[in-house]
């Protein structure tokens, strides 16, 4: 590890985690490709598992072949003078503004002290062969520096200021051994957009730096999961509202686009939700420092668990769009929001482009079918 000093970070209250952490995403949650590398030991329970998107269950009476169960990473006892490490490969590259480490049921096996460092990966290939040991050897930047914690309790560290440095990696080190259940690691997508601006890319693709900026409702699942990659794998990952009663609802979130574009089409995917997407779905644009709306697709009719390809009129995809709202009728859930479109026009398709391709799951036309 390297002698630099690791940025002063900032204890923020449990009530606040939420609130404070509001502008970025977690770079390190599983469902954004975040992977564990390497570990010193996961004798108890897997490190994977601090990357997982649901908050932590426990599971009392729940024992397996090593001991109690538990939701989070644990390792073995040695309270000795050296300590566990794991290598996390983060979803996106992006810089780092703070951390929430949660020690949820981990009541007398809590790892009492935690410390975070980085590492920026230029070279792909190389780290997805590099060893444990050359791993360990790595020159570490801190990040978050030594911090206690306490057991069962959810812990907010926010960095006086957020990294220069975007990072590809992290390690995540436990003083001595012990279990930690989740780790979120909040920062900025380091934007990657196509080199040819006239290109047709996913402008509101968390890869490419799109934020959700507020919601109505996410009490099933948050609408940022409709920025992620792929198709998902069930109902939870995906924006999912609360039924509504009142009549004339709507639930809406606000998606600022990494970078303003020129939109050409839009994907609504309604994969899994089969029994609860929306009736319609209403997609409108705004001009960089504009609130009027540009109404792009108008209470589209949806249907449950397949894509929906929409093309945009031309006239509107001279628009410089900024900013997109997504409104269901009346509630639901939707899967994914693509909003194809290119920095500058005119736009043109790359080779390979997904744009209106189908990507079927296993069960697309049978999953309505009764079965005997």
């Not at 744009?355 to 079965?371: A, M, Y």
Request: proline residues 7%.
């Amino acid at each position: 590890m390297t002698n630099i000093a690791a940025p002063v970070n900032i204890v923020v209250p449990v009530e606040k985690i939420a609130e404070t952490f509001q502008p970025y995403i977690d770079l390190a949650v599983a469902t954004r490709g975040s992977k564990v590398l390497t570990f010193t030991d996961e004798w108890f329970a897997d490190c994977k598992n601090l990357l997982t998107a649901a908050a932590p269950i426990s599971a009392p009476g729940r024992f397996v072949p090593t001991g109690a169960w538990y939701d989070g990473w644990e390792t073995r006892r040695h309270n000795a003078p050296n300590y566990d490490w794991c290598v996390i490969q983060l979803g996106h590259a992006g810089t780092i503004a703070g951390f929430e480490v949660d020690t949820a049921y981990f009541t007398g096996n809590h790892s009492p002290f935690v410390s975070v460092e980085g590492y920026t990966e230029t070279s792909p290939a190389k780290a997805a062969t590099r060893t444990h040991e050359e791993w360990a050897a790595i020159d570490w930047v801190p990040v978050l520096a030594k911090v206690a914690l306490n057991p069962s309790s959810r812990h907010g560290f926010k960095l006086e200021q957020p990294t220069v440095q975007h990072y590809t990696h992290i390690r995540f080190c436990m003083y001595p051994d012990g279990g930690v259940a989740r780790l979120r690691v909040y920062g900025t997508v380091h934007q990657v957009h196509p080199e040819n601006k006239h290109e047709i890319y996913d402008l509101a693709s968390a890869a490419t730096g799109s934020v959700i900026i507020d919601f109505s409702d996410a009490h099933y699942g948050h609408p940022s999961n409709m920025l992620l990659p792929g198709r998902g794998h069930d109902m939870s990952d995906g924006w999912e509202t609360k039924r509504s009663r009142a009549p004339g609802h709507v639930d809406h979130c606000t998606i600022k686009l990494g970078q303003p574009g020129h939109v050409t089409d839009v994907e609504i995917d309604t994969a899994h939700y089969k029994g609860n997407p929306p009736k319609a779905v209403t997609i409108a644009g705004f001009e960089i420092g504009s609130e009027e709306p540009i109404v792009l697709l108008d209470q589209a009719p949806i249907t449950p668990h397949r894509q929906h390809f929409f093309k945009v009129a031309s006239d509107l995809t001279e628009k410089r769009i900024a900013k997109i709202k997504v409104v269901m009728i009346p509630d639901g859930g939707i899967k994914r929001v693509r909003v194809w479109g290119a920095a500058q026009l005119p736009a043109v398709e790359p080779q390979g482009s997904l744009v209106g391709v189908r990507q079927e799951l296993p069960d697309e036309h049978t999953w309505n079918q009764k079965k005997n």
